[in-house]
């Protein structure tokens, strides 16, 4: 399972991006996708996620009310809308899938990672 990131880019702070993550190969036992960020000096933190084909979601407090995690299980896409953002949620974005399984914020329970993309929240 190969996975692209895409959508990241700098954004004033009350300001809104989409984030996209395509998932390529064998997507047919993917059953949870997620997004994890990592801001400069820290640790990556999990933001949200999702069940495919269902679509129940879990997000981080930090996060909940403003982002919202939605799927198009045609593209084998997931989509991390981010509103109201904050310039603490500067940081590299990072999607995530995991195999035959639901979706968990645990970094270490996902098997597939993308490359990241770098979202930056001006003040």
């Known amino acids: 399972v190969q996975l692209q990131a895409s959508g990241g880019g700098l954004v004033q702070a009350g300001g809104s991006l989409r984030l996209s993550c395509a998932a390529s190969?064998?997507?047919?036992?993917?059953?949870?996708m997620g997004w994890f960020r990592q801001a400069p000096g820290k640790e990556r933190e999990f933001v949200a996620a999702?069940?495919?084909?269902?679509?129940?979601?879990y997000f981080a407090d930090s996060v909940k009310g403003r982002f919202t995690i939605s799927g198009d299980d045609a593209k084998n896409t997931v989509y991390l809308q981010m509103n109201s953002l904050k310039p603490e949620d500067t940081a590299v974005y990072y999607c995530?899938?995991?195999w035959g399984n639901g979706p968990t914020s645990r970094q270490n329970d996902y098997d597939y990672w993308g490359q990241g993309t770098l979202v930056t929240v001006s003040s």
């Open positions: 995530a899938a995991r």
């Open positions: 190969g064998r997507t047919f036992g993917v059953y949870a």
């Open positions: 999702i069940r495919r084909s269902g679509g129940s979601t």
